[in-house]
């Protein structure tokens, strides 16, 4: 069966620095996803991503981060100045438009 | 806000008995409800997704049912088994204004151990 793949499964970065973390999503999807959890906590959305543009984002979406597709498989989610609150799990999605969303393993982002 | 709640937050069974777990909901405009299920460092794998109209629906030993109205759904796992032991996520989905896609917003989850 298909996946979501994500990668690096672990991240670990200095405060201040840029962090990217990758997902493929499954291949014929159109809509594409990042959640994040923090430690003990629920899942968040961040971000959905449909026709090469942003459809919506969650008020957690500042300016810090950036997503992209880059090519046909790679989707990117950036955060240029990372925080230690950013410290959490992050979790890429993907599905067709009425087909329940299928989660990759997730990047544990660490901020030293 | 958009809101989901779960309980109990944690449960322990023993082996092949049954357990339910309960969520409510307030998420408008509301599109479907699903359950998921999360082992340890994985990512959530869905069990079952329900829309308005459906009361209920099996996938295997797990069974969820919806009452639309008042915005309550459960899920019965019978005969549970020890690879059971997970957080079970409660997930509603709204549908963005915009249309071109679905808000999620999840619960707490509840996490479930089992015993041998």
């Known amino acids: 069966e298909p996946e979501v793949t994500q990668t690096p499964s672990h991240q670990v970065t200095q405060m201040g620095q840029e962090v990217i973390l990758r997902c493929v999503p499954i291949s014929n999807h159109l809509y594409f996803y990042w959640y994040r959890q923090i430690l003990g906590q629920k899942v968040e959305f961040l971000v959905s991503f449909y026709n090469n543009e942003i459809s919506e984002k969650s008020e957690i979406f500042d300016d810090q981060f950036s997503v992209e597709r880059p090519d046909g498989s790679n989707f990117t989610l950036k955060i240029r100045s990372t925080k230690l609150e950013d410290s959490a799990m992050y979790f890429c999605?993907?599905?067709?438009?009425?087909?329940?969303?299928?989660f990759g393993d997730g990047t544990r982002l660490s901020i030293l | 806000k958009n809101q989901v709640e779960q309980s109990p937050q944690s449960l322990i069974i023993l082996e092949g008995k049954n357990c339910t777990l309960q969520c409510n909901y307030t998420v408008s405009p509301f599109s479907n409800l699903r359950w998921y299920k999360q082992d340890t460092g994985r990512g959530p794998v869905s069990l079952t997704i329900m829309t308005f109209s459906e009361n209920t629906k099996s996938n295997g030993r797990y069974t969820a049912t919806l009452d639309a109205d008042t915005k309550q759904s459960s899920l019965h796992i019978t005969a549970s088994q020890l690879s059971d032991s997970a957080s079970y996520i409660c997930v509603v989905s709204a549908i963005f204004s915009s249309g071109s896609a679905r808000q999620l917003t999840f619960g707490s989850g509840t996490q479930l151990t089992v015993l041998p």
């Open positions: 999605a993907s599905n067709l438009s009425e087909q329940p969303q299928h």
